[in-house]
């Protein structure tokens, strides 16, 4: 057996660890438990390496940034309204349903 769990460690790379060398001799037709090839790998003095996971995928650009599309009212909530059916200089404020609402100033 302990010829088997070399044999698998060696044909990963070695980067599987006891469970995974498990589920490769349980396939094999292997009856054992994860905790035999446990001890086993550690008699043997198999370390299973660990996977390297690359950190911070998002980079900047190296192009400036396109227009902000989004308008964004200024502080305060009040924004001049454009819509048809308010007057040019109307003031609105959006409520929390973000309907429009008069403002009398």
Same mark, same amino acid.
């Given at each position: 057996? @302990?010829?088997? $769990? %070399?044999?698998?460690? /060696?044909? !990963?790379?070695?980067?599987?660890? !006891?469970?995974? +060398?498990?589920?490769?001799?349980? #396939? %094999?037709?292997?009856?054992?438990?994860?905790? /035999?090839?446990? /001890?086993?790998? @550690?008699?043997?003095?198999?370390?299973?390496? &660990? $996977?390297?996971?690359r950190?911070? *995928?998002?980079?900047?650009?190296? &192009?400036?940034?396109?227009?902000?599309f $989004?308008?964004?009212p200024?502080?305060?909530?009040?924004? +001049? =309204?454009? !819509?048809?059916?308010? !007057? @040019?200089?109307?003031?609105? #404020? *959006?409520?929390? #349903?973000h =309907?429009? $609402? #008069?403002?009398?100033?």
């Amino acid at each position: 057996m @302990a010829a088997a $769990v %070399q044999e698998e460690f /060696t044909g !990963s790379g070695g980067t599987y660890g !006891s469970p995974k +060398v498990w589920i490769r001799l349980i #396939r %094999q037709g292997w009856r054992v438990s994860v905790d /035999t090839i446990a /001890t086993v790998m @550690a008699e043997l003095g198999l370390v299973a390496r &660990r $996977v390297c996971h690359r950190r911070g *995928l998002t980079r900047p650009g190296k &192009r400036p940034a396109g227009p902000d599309f $989004v308008r964004v009212p200024p502080p305060g909530g009040l924004a +001049v =309204s454009s !819509s048809p059916g308010y !007057s @040019a200089g109307t003031e609105r #404020r *959006l409520n929390r #349903r973000h =309907s429009p $609402v #008069r403002l009398s100033l």
